[in-house]
């Protein structure tokens, strides 16, 4: 089969479009012939070795996939050969850039049938950091007010459209290039952070902040007197420290992504039944994922690249 690996870790060079053999399933494990894998940021910090994670090399990148099953392991119940699926497989195992990836039974749930098979592989890592930041850390409700920071990337747009979905107010940070999707993603308020002061455009507390964007120590702290006293501070940014206030009972929570597929299936089905939108900002094949880590190295992919393996 075709893929892409890297044989040694270090910038995009090192990623070879090559053959590889083809995988086989081990107990409880399926194999999936690849439809898309999405490209997240964290596979160039895994392949530049700068991210902790304990790959096997030379390692096939990717961790959210899309597909069909094309063979099951044993003791592999309630999935069969030729159901689509979707599912964020585990990150240090060998990834779904490439037409065939063996992947945990149990990660994996029935793929959405609205959109295209490919397009779906922009769904579960980004769209579960989603859920897990607001409900299961931040613990949203209906009538609640949401400050979203860095709402213009993939995660931000699901934040946005899952927080107004479940009734609550939603504000949210974007630059220009943004601001038209975050508005159609349904937030209530936009703030053009290269503009205006976030610190000046919220003037009532808010429940939950949930910080998606780079941002400074000092910056983030400075946030943090715009939450209301016994609400939540949510961060994706584990690089730096969560901020709280433990005086006045604002909690600080860091997001570390883990797998459910019981809410990825939750999620399907909204995708499903309209109510919430994946959105694609590129397909690309397989062959070209080296150039997407250049260009994501360089600042320059913005919104999701999806990669689509040749035709099998």
Known sequence: MKAVRFHETGGAGVLRYEDADLPVPGAG????????????????????????????????????????IDALGDGVD????????????????????????????ADL???????????AAGLPSVGLTASQALFEAGGLQAGQ???????????????????????AYVIATASPR???????????????????????????????LLNLAPITPDGFAALVPRVRDGGVVVSTTPTVTTPGDE?????????????????????????????????IARRVPLSELPTIHQQADAGQVHGKVVVVPPAV
């Not at 979707?86 to 039974?105: E, L, N, R, T």
């Not at 399907?268 to 994946?278: K, M, P």
């Open 29 to 68: 494990e399926v194999r999936v012939r690849v439809a898309g894998s999405a490209f997240n940021p964290a596979d160039g910090g895994i392949r530049g070795g700068f991210l902790p994670f304990p790959v096997t090399l030379p390692h096939v990148p990717g961790y959210d996939v899309s597909g069909t």
């Open 78 to 105: 309630g999935l069969t050969v030729g159901q689509d699926v979707v599912g964020f497989i585990p990150m240090i195992a060998d990834g779904s850039a490439a037409q065939y990836v063996v992947a945990p039974a």
């Open 109 to 119: 749930v029935a793929a959405p049938t609205r959109i295209p098979l490919a397009d």
């Open 145 to 167: 007010r949401v400050l979203i920071n860095g709402a213009g990337g993939p995660v931000g747009g699901y934040a946005v459209q899952l927080a107004r979905r479940a009734g």
């Open 178 to 208: 943004s601001e038209q999707v975050v508005k159609a993603a349904g937030a209530d308020e936009v703030i053009d952070h290269t503009t205006t002061s976030v610190l000046d455009a919220v003037t009532e507390p808010v429940d939950v």
């Open 247 to 279: 005086g006045r009972g604002v909690r600080a929570v860091t997001i570390f992504l883990h797998p459910e597929a019981d809410v990825l299936s939750r999620l399907v089905a909204l995708v499903d039944s309209g109510d919430l939108h994946v959105e």
